[in-house]
């Protein structure tokens, strides 16, 4: 069994008062295995982008534990402890027009990392740093002076990935990277994203609600409906034999390239039942999770064929 | 066979800007007839959505101008019309339906006013009428509690129900044809879905044509049935939803379909893509626009522009590939093994 490499126990993260909070996040746990990549998918406002952010500390939780190999990321710590983890995970945005900033070139945005932690002071080491990360998001090195809005989407999209990696990190949280982009250029950047993954051994949360490209992106996937992770197993496994009434909805809701089967595709609408505090995670077999109380759980595995 | 509404003839429209013309729209062809849904798939800047607005006349001239060609809606060349005259076509015989529903509802006004408001200007009737008429609207298209939503604010609704809003209101004056400009685009797949069942029942019972604008391939295949793939400012492919999908003809439909990942994809296999990105449209290359990306590009691509081939009463593309002189190019496997996949999954299911 891999190693975990990011363990997630019990995560909380509200908004708004106290005392009438909105739980965007409410209580979920799963672990991230070392090169891996695990896909978070749910309809927008599922809580899916505030998970991602929260692991990263952009937000201060509010209870639970984030664990990044064994150490707990959001612990107070000094200075040079949060530098050492904030170069070991990194975050690529989903809007690459509001993501870079249009004020530095490309290669500044890269640089910013190395300035902070104080890498490669020598200029030249820098500027052969800038190029090789360039070059490793098919990019080269002329674009290292141009500024944000001289590039396509696309490109911009190849700069933010660029900077991700420019602290050679070992775990990078995707937050919608591709939504914004156009379909051929969509599949540009996946197999970007794959292939960066498979040169540097990267470990990936692939946030998104694009299911067709989660479905292939990932080895794993999570599915989360307000504030929960409702199932969680191989990706195989989840597109091929869900059981939560919320997975089949979603499935069932992607239309695909194929118009005879989209005529006589249907629907399957989605009432949440409420859980009651005795809901836990039920196993369908030794990867495969879902989320209910026994008796739902009963219920829903009597209405799945496997 | 149906009568046609709508016919576009030879469509080219620019755009003035400093760094010179950008001819963003270059001679498209289409026909729709009635109660038919033609789906406009491309990228972003292949002009799919200045064509949609240029139906309208909703093109700011300047700096839009309209180069040449016809646009003739029942027979009635709609580009020579002033504002006014347009003014009584938009909504009453064209309405649209815009991407970003966050943003095309008037946030100060209560949204029952903001579909009055259209069946006040285009129909002779009393407030109260429009009222009604305003909440039955709001009923069709499935927004529960509709006396109550009615003097409610867009802010109060969620995305999905602010898109049902903006349908309301293109139906307010029952609009022969609806252009809808990537409607769900901004949705979550299972709102999508239903959006889409809607635009298919209104359709059904009011026998409306849609023009659909999108690059979701899953979309289109649910709703059209006539499809048009835009490049560059031009149509490279055109026929029905089936031709278009199990029998694409165009390189560049070819690139569309197989950069989309299905659920049956090997995820260890990488998806084809279409390398570079699309061409500068205030200099268009000489000969095919998409030649540069085209791996199957032969010489006369780069010299000169490839005519439209027929290859069904129906079918239309736009590639040298189809000039008898060409040398047979098979589908990418990639993109064959996938149609096959589906055929053979419709032939088990037919038994």
Same mark, same amino acid.
């Given at each position: 069994?891999?190693?975990?490499?990011?363990?997630?126990?019990?995560?909380?993260?509200?908004?708004?008062?106290?005392?009438? /909070?909105?739980?965007?996040?409410?209580?979920?746990?799963?672990?991230?295995?070392?090169?891996?990549?695990?896909?978070?998918?749910?309809?927008?406002?599922?809580?899916?982008?505030?998970?991602? =952010?929260?692991?990263?500390?952009?937000?201060?939780?509010?209870?639970?534990?984030?664990?990044?190999?064994?150490?707990?990321?959001?612990?107070?710590?000094?200075?040079?402890? %949060?530098?050492?983890?904030?170069?070991?995970?990194?975050?690529?945005?989903?809007?690459?027009?509001?993501?870079?900033?249009?004020?530095?070139?490309?290669?500044?945005?890269?640089?910013? +990392?190395?300035?902070?932690?104080?890498?490669?002071?020598?200029?030249?080491? =820098? $500027?052969?740093?800038?190029?090789? %990360?360039?070059?490793?998001?098919?990019?080269?090195?002329?674009?290292?002076?141009?500024?944000?809005?001289?590039?396509?989407?696309?490109?911009?999209?190849?700069?933010?990935?660029? =900077?991700?990696?420019?602290?050679?990190?070992?775990?990078?949280?995707?937050?919608?990277?591709?939504?914004?982009?156009?379909?051929?250029?969509?599949? $540009?950047?996946?197999?970007?994203?794959? $292939?960066?993954?498979?040169?540097? +051994?990267?470990?990936?949360?692939?946030?998104?609600?694009?299911?067709?490209?989660?479905?292939?992106?990932?080895?794993?996937?999570?599915?989360?409906?307000? +504030?929960?992770?409702?199932?969680?197993? /191989?990706?195989?496994?989840?597109?091929?034999? /869900?059981?939560?009434?919320?997975?089949?909805?979603?499935?069932?809701?992607? /239309?695909?390239?194929?118009?005879?089967?989209?005529?006589? =595709?249907?629907?399957?609408?989605?009432?949440?039942?409420?859980?009651?505090?005795?809901?836990?995670?039920?196993?369908?077999?030794?990867?495969?999770?879902?989320?209910?109380?026994?008796?739902?759980? $009963?219920?829903?595995?009597?209405?799945?064929?496997? | 066979?149906?009568?046609?509404?709508?016919?576009?003839?030879?469509?080219?429209?620019?755009?003035?800007?400093?760094?010179?013309?950008?001819?963003?729209?270059?001679?498209? *062809?289409?026909?729709? *007839?009635?109660?038919?849904?033609?789906?406009?798939?491309?990228?972003?800047?292949?002009?799919?959505?200045?064509?949609?607005?240029?139906?309208?006349?909703?093109?700011?001239?300047?700096?839009?101008?309209?180069?040449?060609?016809?646009?003739?809606?029942?027979?009635?060349?709609?580009?020579?019309?002033?504002?006014?005259?347009?003014?009584?076509?938009?909504?009453?015989?064209?309405?649209?339906?815009?991407?970003? #529903?966050?943003?095309?509802?008037?946030?100060?006004?209560?949204?029952?006013?903001?579909?009055?408001?259209?069946?006040?200007?285009?129909?002779?009737?009393?407030?109260?009428?429009?009222?009604?008429?305003?909440?039955?609207?709001?009923?069709?298209?499935?927004?529960?509690?509709?006396?109550?939503?009615?003097?409610?604010?867009?802010?109060?609704?969620?995305?999905?129900?602010?898109?049902?809003?903006?349908?309301?209101?293109?139906?307010?004056?029952?609009?022969?044809?609806?252009?809808? !400009?990537?409607?769900?685009?901004?949705?979550?797949?299972?709102?999508?879905?239903?959006?889409?069942?809607?635009?298919?029942?209104?359709?059904?019972?009011?026998?409306?044509?849609?023009?659909?604008?999108?690059?979701?391939?899953?979309?289109?295949?649910?709703?059209?049935?006539?499809?048009?793939?835009?490049?560059?400012?031009?149509?490279?492919?055109?026929?029905?939803? *089936?031709?278009?999908?199990?029998?694409?003809?165009?390189?560049?439909?070819?690139?569309?379909?197989?950069?989309? #990942? !299905?659920? !049956?994809?090997?995820?260890?296999?990488?998806?084809?893509?279409?390398?570079?990105? #699309?061409? !500068?449209?205030?200099?268009?290359?000489?000969?095919?626009?998409?030649?540069?990306?085209?791996?199957?590009?032969?010489?006369?691509?780069?010299?000169?522009? #490839?005519?439209?081939?027929?290859?069904?009463?129906?079918?239309?593309?736009?590639?040298?590939?189809?000039?008898?002189?060409?040398?047979?190019?098979?589908?990418?496997?990639?993109?064959?093994?996938?149609?096959?996949?589906?055929?053979?999954?419709?032939?088990?299911?037919?038994?």
């Amino acid at each position: 069994m891999a190693k975990k490499l990011v363990e997630i126990k019990n995560l909380k993260q509200y908004f708004g008062s106290p005392s009438n /909070p909105i739980k965007a996040v409410d209580g979920i746990s799963f672990d991230i295995y070392e090169g891996e990549t695990l896909g978070l998918v749910g309809e927008s406002g599922c809580g899916k982008s505030t998970t991602g =952010r929260s692991i990263i500390r952009l937000y201060d939780i509010t209870g639970g534990e984030v664990l990044f190999n064994g150490e707990n990321v959001h612990d107070k710590k000094s200075g040079k402890d %949060l530098k050492k983890f904030n170069r070991e995970m990194q975050m690529i945005f989903q809007d690459p027009y509001a993501s870079l900033n249009p004020r530095m070139t490309a290669g500044e945005i890269i640089a910013e +990392g190395f300035i902070i932690h104080g890498l490669y002071k020598n200029k030249k080491e =820098r $500027q052969e740093k800038i190029t090789s %990360l360039l070059e490793a998001v098919g990019l080269n090195k002329e674009h290292a002076n141009r500024y944000a809005h001289e590039f396509s989407g696309g490109q911009r999209q190849r700069i933010g990935i660029a =900077r991700a990696l420019s602290l050679d990190p070992s775990f990078i949280i995707a937050d919608e990277p591709i939504s914004a982009l156009d379909v051929s250029i969509q599949a $540009q950047v996946v197999n970007l994203l794959k $292939q960066i993954q498979k040169d540097r +051994g990267l470990t990936y949360l692939f946030i998104a609600h694009d299911l067709s490209m989660v479905k292939y992106i990932s080895d794993r996937i999570a599915v989360m409906y307000s +504030g929960k992770i409702v199932e969680v197993g /191989p990706a195989d496994d989840i597109y091929n034999s /869900p059981v939560h009434p919320y997975t089949k909805s979603l499935l069932s809701a992607i /239309p695909l390239p194929d118009p005879i089967s989209e005529t006589k =595709r249907t629907r399957i609408p989605y009432t949440h039942e409420e859980q009651d505090e005795t809901a836990s995670f039920h196993p369908v077999n030794d990867k495969h999770f879902v989320y209910g109380t026994e008796k739902s759980f $009963q219920k829903w595995m009597n209405n799945t064929s496997i | 066979m149906s009568e046609t509404i709508l016919k576009v003839k030879d469509l080219k429209i620019n755009f003035k800007t400093y760094a010179g013309i950008v001819q963003a729209v270059r001679g498209v *062809n289409f026909e729709l *007839n009635v109660g038919e849904t033609l789906a406009i798939v491309g990228e972003s800047g292949s002009g799919k959505s200045v064509t949609s607005n240029a139906l309208m006349k909703l093109i700011p001239q300047p700096p839009g101008i309209y180069e040449s060609g016809e646009i003739l809606f029942n027979g009635r060349d709609l580009i020579p019309l002033s504002d006014k005259e347009m003014t009584k076509v938009r909504g009453n015989d064209i309405a649209m339906i815009f991407q970003d #529903p966050m943003t095309s509802l008037n946030p100060t006004m209560k949204i029952g006013r903001q579909i009055t408001e259209v069946i006040l200007k285009h129909k002779k009737v009393t407030r109260s009428d429009a009222k009604n008429r305003a909440i039955e609207l709001l009923t069709q298209v499935g927004i529960p509690m509709p006396e109550k939503r009615y003097n409610q604010y867009p802010h109060e609704f969620s995305g999905g129900m602010r898109q049902r809003v903006v349908i309301a209101i293109a139906l307010a004056a029952d609009p022969k044809l609806l252009i809808a !400009d990537e409607p769900t685009t901004a949705l979550d797949v299972t709102i999508q879905a239903q959006i889409l069942e809607l635009m298919k029942e209104i359709q059904k019972k009011s026998n409306t044509s849609i023009i659909f604008i999108t690059h979701d391939l899953g979309v289109v295949a649910n709703i059209a049935d006539r499809v048009a793939v835009m490049y560059a400012g031009q149509i490279v492919e055109y026929g029905t939803v *089936n031709e278009i999908f199990y029998n694409p003809k165009h390189p560049y439909t070819w690139g569309l379909l197989g950069s989309m #990942p !299905d659920l !049956d994809n090997k995820s260890d296999e990488l998806l084809r893509t279409i390398p570079g990105s #699309p061409p !500068d449209l205030i200099h268009p290359p000489k000969g095919d626009a998409f030649a540069p990306r085209n791996e199957f590009a032969m010489a006369i691509d780069y010299e000169k522009e #490839p005519p439209m081939f027929q290859v069904s009463e129906t079918h239309f593309a736009k590639t040298w590939l189809l000039h008898p002189d060409a040398p047979e190019i098979p589908i990418p496997d990639a993109v064959a093994r996938r149609i096959e996949g589906f055929l053979a999954k419709e032939d088990q299911v037919n038994g």
